[in-house]
């Protein structure tokens, strides 16, 4: 595997249920994000990992929780979800170094869709 | 607010006619502007990343430029297979001592290059 991958490409749900979605990079990145796409609507990001600690939360409702165990892995546990929360989650990484900037590469992303 | 401003919202050119898009932004503070490629279903592809006015980047038929306030991506003889989303974002400072990339998205230009 190279690049970005997730898991699962489509994913359909009831409300009432529980599921995860999977982030994994192979890049050796040190810094792992979640971000929301909505139709007709700018990529949101949701969270961010930097050196396996969260240290952004854009004010994202709590049915909606991230967990980092290493720096390779992202995963998203969806419970409870509404049918607005239908959208693409796309995970990204990248690598952090002090006084670089560096760009951020993308997963293929999840389709979700809540019923 | 940090903004990100893209235009047009969609663009539609014939094979060989040559265009530009548009990305205007306010931030405070500007650690990098990118541009990203996306195609229906995928994650944003990294094509170019801009870091101070005047600099300008090249990829093929794609060339990026980036002024004080805006940053343009010209398509020089475009072909079908250039069609495709293209995302605008913005680097912003992180929160606090960790670096982290937060990333403000335009809208994005759905460009559509007919044969």
């Known amino acids: 595997e190279t690049g970005v991958t997730q898991t699962p490409r489509h994913l359909v749900m009831g409300m009432t249920n529980k599921k995860s979605l999977k982030c994994e990079q192979h890049?050796?990145?040190?810094?792992m994000y979640w971000y929301k796409q909505s139709a007709k609507k700018p990529l949101e990001l949701m969270f961010v990992?930097?050196?396996?600690?969260?240290?952004e939360n854009n004010s994202v409702p709590s049915r909606f929780s991230p967990e980092c165990p290493n720096s390779s892995h992202l995963f998203l546990h969806l419970h409870t979800l509404q049918p607005e929360d239908s959208a693409l989650y796309l995970c990204?990484?990248?690598?952090?170094?002090?006084?670089?900037?560096?760009?951020?590469?993308f997963g293929p992303g999840t389709r979700l869709t809540v019923l | 607010e940090d903004q990100v401003t893209q235009s047009p919202e969609a663009l539609r050119l014939q094979e060989g006619e040559s265009s530009s898009l548009n990305c205007s932004y306010t931030?405070?503070?500007?650690?990098?502007l990118f541009w990203y490629r996306q195609d229906p279903g995928k994650g944003p592809e990294f094509l170019f990343t801009?870091?101070?006015a005047g600099e300008e980047k090249e990829k093929e038929r794609l060339k990026a430029t980036l002024t004080k306030k805006e940053s343009f991506l010209h398509i020089t003889a475009p072909k079908p297979e250039d069609s495709a989303t293209y995302l605008c974002?913005?680097?912003?400072?992180?929160?606090?001592?960790?670096?982290?990339?937060?990333?403000?998205f335009g809208q994005g230009t759905i460009l559509t290059v007919h044969p």
């Open positions: 990204a990484s990248s690598q952090e170094d002090s006084g670089a900037y560096n760009e951020q590469f």
């Open positions: 890049l050796g990145h040190n810094a």
């Open positions: 990992y930097s050196l396996e600690e969260r240290v």
């Open positions: 931030v405070s503070g500007l650690r990098g």
């Open positions: 801009l870091y101070s």
């Open positions: 974002a913005v680097r912003v400072p992180s929160a606090g001592g960790t670096s982290y990339g937060k990333l403000t």
